[in-house]
């Protein structure tokens, strides 16, 4: 009998709060995360505005000594995971630790520990650089340093797929899970890519919007006056089990996942494949894990960052894959209010389309203003929909052609 894969916690940092409920009671009001860039003087810079994490203290969760030593990448990691196993109300004990293991990715690591540690290079040269250089900034260490804090011995990988990172790594961790790995998986992605070099970057490309002065109407995924995307940073984390595990310890179900699609586009380094014909694949494998009735989706958390490219070519293969009845799934873009979040926005999505089944209620894309003849869906414009929903799709793409879809069902305790 295929094992069946249930979401049991969350736990997040966002650019909207610094924990679940604060975060998505922000998303249900509209609100933006966006503001200007305070992390380092953006002056000179195309695009100065940003979603930035507010009021974080890691010293409120580690000790000094353990917070020097992790980039902030990290540090939002762990949190969202004490959250996560928290909400889930999991005892980590020696019976259950080599059972309970991690896919935690990043699309950029610790980009902030590696441009600090190379001013201190060319300013002191090599022999005064960090030795914990190497451990902060590479990408599989959130999840290590959630296997230390947490005391958790289990399957622990990164995975890397750039923009889809998030929804990989809640996939993959389901698959350990059906595979018979482990009992308990967390899964996730954590950002802080918001420094200068990263910036720079990302404005030589012309891939950011340089609304600069009117910061939280900056992201407006499927509106006509789009001009990129607004980077933010945070850490989602979600608990998942095999339903029997969490049924023995007696967990609140708060959803099941119920179709996992992972393809790549083999088109270009960063822009989507025409008419998106490798995000209808995804859509498609998604669906036919356990064949599932395209009618049965009831809500569609889109990619949707607020690029030319992006919404017009996931709009293409939202309508390629449902056809007709395209027109009658609500479709939104949360990146609208938390700005970008790169390798972690995958796994915040997920956290909002378990929300959004928990609640029966679906979040708006805000800054809906103009409508796009070639973005011509319902993208449940500026205001959250109170609905019926039993099962949920969340779509994210990446630079690398990478594409990565999930599909979420209500917890009720039925089949897929």
Known sequence: METRVVITGLGCV??????????????????????????????????????????????????????????????????AAQQAIADAKLDITDENRLRIGAVVGSG??????????????????????????????????????????????????????ACATGTNAVGEAAEVIRRGQADVMLAGGSEAAIVPLSIAGLASMTAMSTRNDDPTKASRPFDQDRDGFLMGEGAAVLVLESLEHAQARGANILAEVQGYGVTNDAYHISAPSENG????????????????????IDYINAHGTSTPLNDKSETAAIKTVFGEKAYDIPVSSTKSMTGHLMGASGALEAMFCTLALRDQVLPPTINYETPDPECDLDYVPNQARKTEVSRVMSNSFGFGGHNATIILGKANGSSA
């Open 108 to 161: 950029i690591g610790g980009l902030g520990t590696i441009q600090e540690q190379m001013a201190v290079y060319h300013e002191s040269g090599p022999t005064r650089v960090s030795p914990f250089l190497v451990p902060m900034m590479l990408v599989d260490t959130a999840g290590g340093m959630i296997a230390i804090h947490m005391q958790i011995q289990g399957p622990n990988l990164a995975v890397v797929t």
């Open 277 to 296: 014909r490798g995000a209808a694949d995804c859509m498609r494998m998604a669906l036919n894990q356990y064949d599932l009735d395209l009618h049965s």
């Open 14 to 79: 966002s650019p909207l709060g610094l924990d679940v409920e604060s975060t998505w009671q922000a998303i249900l009001a509209g609100q933006s995360g966006a503001g200007p860039i305070t992390h380092f003087d953006p002056s000179e810079y195309k695009t100065r505005i940003a979603a930035e994490v507010k009021d974080f203290d890691p010293q409120n969760y580690f000790e000094y000594r353990d917070a020097r030593r992790m980039d902030r990448f990290s540090q939002f990691a762990v949190s």
